[in-house]
């Protein structure tokens, strides 16, 4: 199996929001069961003390079923409100969270991967290496050293 290792080039960078103002955001979270062949989810806490019921037969649609209510009744604050659903079973529960925190950790090590390799190729560059064995060296196409760095690659060449 060959690993195209310039392939996580085509991923967006994250990005930094430290400029962007703060806004209040309220989550609330629901629970839900498969019975029989429906979803049946719950949510508590709500607005008002209030707590509703959505059905669907499918996560997806018992998801969008239980965000249509709780955004209903959050309509009139002025604050972001979120659902976060999660099944009733924690055994469930913590594997869908276990997901989450590999799918997280995967998208950290690939931002830091690419800064590492654009940090690279341009101390690379600026030692006078070429495209061809920067690529040679880092596992990747020239091409894509040179997207990688374009300015650089051209003043050097």
Do not use: C
Not at 71 to 87: K, Q, R
Request: charged share 25%; net charge negative; no cysteine.
């Amino acid at each position: 199996m060959r690993i195209d290792h310039g392939a996580i080039f085509n991923q967006p960078d994250l990005l930094e929001t430290n400029d962007e103002p703060e806004v209040e955001t309220v989550t609330y979270f629901a629970t839900a069961t498969r019975t029989g062949k429906q979803w049946i989810a719950t949510a508590r806490d709500l607005p008002g003390g209030r707590t509703v019921q959505a059905q669907g037969a499918s996560w997806r649609e018992v998801k969008r079923n239980m965000a249509d209510l709780v955004f209903e009744i959050h309509n009139d604050d002025a604050s972001i409100g979120a659902l976060h659903l999660v099944p009733a079973d924690p055994d469930a529960e913590a594997a869908l969270k276990d997901v989450v925190a590999a799918r997280s950790a995967r998208v950290l090590a690939e931002q830091a991967e690419r800064e590492a390799v654009r940090h690279a190729v341009r101390l690379l560059i600026d030692q006078g290496w070429s495209t061809r064995d920067i690529g040679s060296a880092l596992l990747l196409s020239h091409q894509r050293v040179s997207q990688i760095a374009p300015r650089a690659t051209t003043q050097k060449l």
